[in-house]
């Protein structure tokens, strides 16, 4: 069975607020990746090459130091566990891993191995050159017992493992399998970030994670369309005992592929920057959403939400939780009108993240009983003023301590869904107290709407709105149209036209 429809977004939003309960146990190549930018101006007088200025550098983590980072920056525990060299790119990268706070005992230093290091040299955010330092070779024998040794006390308190294999020789010569049959042993899932063409050294892990042309290399036949993705799949799973295949396909998205089921599912459009780790994003928000109790369709949703934002970046990128449910909102909010309707915790990191997009985000507020012209007309205008508006609703209780025991006219539900469906509303927040106050500063909105029938002074959090550097906006009412007189006309049994 083949589906297309995305996952409902409730699970995917649990999901993720369950992330920092999660704990990550990563296996793999770590590398060190450096970033040299400058300005090329003249050729060099010594041959016909340009000379490039430097006008500064940085350092990351790549390979499984970056699928650690991702895990740690969407706010779960990582622990890695490899073999590094004890030279200064290994010295660099424990003391990148201990600065995030993970747990190095499982990090072995090693004088006859040298940690792989990748330096890309650019003018002008154009790479010129990457020049590589590494030795690729299997662990020996002592090495091997010792990081088996390392995997196995650190198995005892991690809910998932992600084995990341950029060919750089830890998960080499059976590595890989032993670690895999350990996890199914005890129960724990194993997915594996695949290297190569040979998948059977994966052979009993719960998922791996290709993209599209590595997909096509281990089965030997190019792969695009749909059913092609899907054949290839299955045609791994039977052959290497593998519970799903998470295939990644580019601007196209992702799909999900067991023995029976197979789902895809579309990307966002995005200006793509730079793909450079995208694929340790994918993994690690993969495996965090399956720890948190996401469905491998929910978990799915959510890694190719994930790098759907770090594609948007430069260099070896990571994203926080505020990115990553704000690239859910915008995957879901035109199919889906109930995925405007957010809780007070969701619709703070929603405002956290577009304002992390640089986008302005309104805020205004009412009982919206009765949605008539005058409804319609303000929040038309009160979204004019920004680029994203909240509405906060006033709860039923809310609504019948304010407006008498006959209110409201429609429940909370059917209010909400009808507001999330208009398309001047963004989000919806129901809040249960008299007044929208807590919720005004949970939010801090740069722009605070009401009607011209208040005055700047008597709107409710105008002074915590413009002490943040916000401004309060009031519109005019259209003659007329309110939710009085509509009631009003009702029950008088005339029209409200």
Same mark, same amino acid.
């Given at each position: ?129 990457? $020049? ?32 990341s294999d950029y060919g750089k020789g830890i998960l080499l010569d059976g590595v890989a399998g032993d670690l895999i049959t350990i996890c199914r042993e005890v129960g724990k899932p194993v997915l594996v970030d695949p290297k190569g063409r040979d998948y059977a050294r994966y052979a009993g892990a719960t998922a791996i994670t290709p993209n599209r042309k590595e997909l096509g290399e281990a089965v030997g036949r190019a792969v695009f369309a749909d059913d092609e993705i899907v054949e290839a799949a299955r045609q791994l799973i039977s052959a290497h005992g593998f519970d799903l295949v998470v295939a990644t396909r580019s601007e196209k998205g992702m799909s999900v592929i067991d023995s029976t089921e197979a789902r895809h599912i579309a990307t966002q459009a995005r ?57 859910? $909102? ?32 309104? $805020?205004?507020?009412?009982? $919206? ?129």
């Open positions: 069975m083949i589906k297309h429809n995305p996952p409902s977004p409730e699970p995917l939003h649990r999901a993720i607020a369950r992330f920092g309960q999660a704990t990550v146990l990563v296996v793999g190549d770590f590398i060190l990746d450096r970033f040299v930018n400058g300005v090329i101006e003249r050729i060099s007088p010594e041959a016909p090459i340009p000379v490039l200025h430097g006008r500064g550098e940085t350092s990351t983590m790549g390979g499984a130091g970056n699928v650690v980072a991702n895990i740690v920056s969407l706010g779960a525990s990582a622990v890695p566990v490899s073999v590094i060299g004890a030279d200064a790119a290994g010295d660099n990268l424990v003391r990148m891993l201990r600065e995030l706070g993970a747990d190095t005992a499982g990090l072995a230093q090693e004088r006859g191995r040298m940690t792989s290091s990748k330096s890309r040299f650019s003018a002008l955010n154009q790479q010129v050159l990457r $020049f590589d330092e590494e030795e690729i070779k299997p662990l020996d024998a002592a090495e091997r017992d010792g990081l088996i040794q390392h995997f196995r006390a650190a198995l005892t308190r991690a809910d998932i493992v992600i084995l200006e793509v920057f730079d793909v450079s780790g995208a694929g340790d994003t994918v993994i690690a928000s993969f495996a965090l959403a399956l720890a948190a109790g996401a469905d491998p369709a929910a978990a799915a949703s959510i890694a190719n939400a994930a790098g759907g934002v770090v594609v948007g970046k430069r260099g070896t990128a990571r994203l926080t939780v505020e990115e990553l449910t704000g690239a859910l $909102f915008r995957s879901h909010g035109p199919t889906a009108h109930k995925d405007a309707i957010l809780d007070a915790t969701s619709a703070a990191r929603m405002v956290a993240a577009w304002k992390e997009e640089g986008l302005s985000v309104g $805020f205004t507020n009412g009982c $919206f009983d009765i949605l008539h012209a005058g409804h319609v007309s303000l929040l038309h205008a009160a979204r004019s003023q920004c680029d994203r508006l909240v509405l906060g609703l006033n709860s039923d209780a809310s609504v019948r301590r304010l407006k008498g025991a006959g209110r409201p006219v429609n429940d909370q539900h059917d209010r909400a869904c009808v507001l999330a469906a208009l398309a001047s509303v963004d989000a919806v927040v129901v809040f249960e107290e008299d007044t929208p106050l807590a919720l005004i500063e949970a939010l801090l909105p740069d722009i605070l709407v009401k009607g011209a029938d208040y005055t700047i002074d008597t709107v409710v959090g105008a002074d915590v709105v413009r002490k943040a550097g916000g401004r309060v906006v009031l519109i005019d009412l259209v003659a007329g149209k309110s939710t009085t007189n509509t009631i009003g006309k009702l029950r008088a049994g005339g029209t409200t036209s």
